[in-house]
């Protein structure tokens, strides 16, 4: 999904270089979401733990919020 597919090319290039081993976990996790899914948590429609309760974690919080900066 080309949304998704910008809002991922924004995240690396801001925080790319600097991801620590925790959240690129984190960020394994969600890309094993739906396009829909990951969307659909990029724009808040819904929470981690509506998806997956496995995804309620702080890690994967902290990485859906770098997904949202936008500065």
Same mark, same amino acid.
């Given at each position: 999904m080309l949304e998704n597919d910008l809002i991922l090319e924004r995240?690396?290039?801001?925080h790319g270089?600097?991801? @620590?081993?925790?959240?690129?976990d984190a960020l394994n996790a969600l890309?094993?979401?739906?396009?829909?899914e990951l969307l659909d948590l990029h724009l808040g429609r819904c929470s981690p733990s509506q998806i997956d @309760?496995?995804?309620?974690?702080?890690d994967v919080i902290e990485v859906l919020g770098l997904l949202k900066d936008k500065h």
């Open positions: 995240f690396f290039a801001r270089g600097t991801l @620590t081993v925790r959240q690129a890309m094993e979401l739906s396009d829909n @309760t496995a995804l309620d974690r702080d």
